[in-house]
Every structure is written in structure tokens, then in C-alpha cells.
Nanobody, 126 residues
């Protein structure tokens, strides 16, 4: 499995960006996720979408502003980010696990993911 993230950039606070992650390999039935990382901090899960029924999860700090989605026909996952804040500044990574977790479980831990994209930088200026 390979993943490639794109769509990052420099925006002002309050603006929007849409990240994309294209994958190769069989992850149609796997949960996939977006993580982010800033210097000196651990990589944290931002959003996750299941493979079975498209159930989604967003971390509290982005709820109501970010929306994760996936299009298996295009092998692509998206993260629509609205009302961006300076604290959203980070390198964003897409990730997929080797394990197909149960339908009612969305993996959110770094160690649960095996495949990672290269990261795309999002910078939000105040």
C-alpha cells in the first residue's frame, strides 16, 4: 500500500483548504485517517473514516470545521478544512492500517497504522 497526500499550503485564519490522499493497494475496506504533527510534538489523529459504512470521527479541536470523506472508486480520501486557525498549522499525513478492524472500531492511535503518506504542510497565518 502506498499513499500520497497533497493540497497543503499557506492560508490566512478563517480560510479553507482541501487535502487529498491518493492510495494504491487494497484499502477499500480499511479505515483510513488523517494525522498531523508539529515540531516537538507527537503525531496526533485528526480524522478517521471507516471502510465499511463511512463512519467518521474527528478530534474535538476540529469538530464542526473539518470533514473527512473517501471515494473508493477514485482511491482517494479528502479532508475539507474550514475556518482554519493558526493552531491547525502542521504537517498533515494520511495513513492506513494493515489490519481490517471491526466495523464499530475506528483506529486513532499512531501505532495502529502501518502505511503513511509523505505529508503535506498546512500553514495558517493569523
Amino acid at each position: 500500500v502506498q499513499l500520497q497526500a497533497s493540497g497543503g499550503g499557506l492560508v490566512q485564519a478563517g480560510e479553507s483548504l482541501k487535502l487529498s490522499c491518493v492510495w494504491s493497494g487494497n484499502v477499500d475496506y480499511h479505515s483510513i485517517a488523517w494525522f498531523r504533527q508539529t515540531p516537538g510534538k507527537e503525531r496526533e489523529a485528526v480524522s478517521c473514516v471507516s471502510g465499511a459504512d463511512r463512519t467518521t470521527w474527528h478530534t474535538d479541536s476540529v469538530k464542526g470545521r473539518f470533514t473527512i470523506s473517501r471515494d473508493n472508486a477514485k482511491n482517494t480520501m479528502y479532508l475539507q478544512m474550514n475556518s482554519l486557525k493558526p493552531e491547525d498549522t502542521a504537517v498533515y499525513y494520511c495513513a492506513a492500517p494493515a489490519t481490517t478492524y471491526s466495523a464499530n472500531y475506528l483506529p486513532k492511535l499512531y501505532r495502529e497504522y502501518d502505511y503513511w503518506g509523505q505529508g503535506t504542510l498546512v500553514t495558517v497565518s493569523s
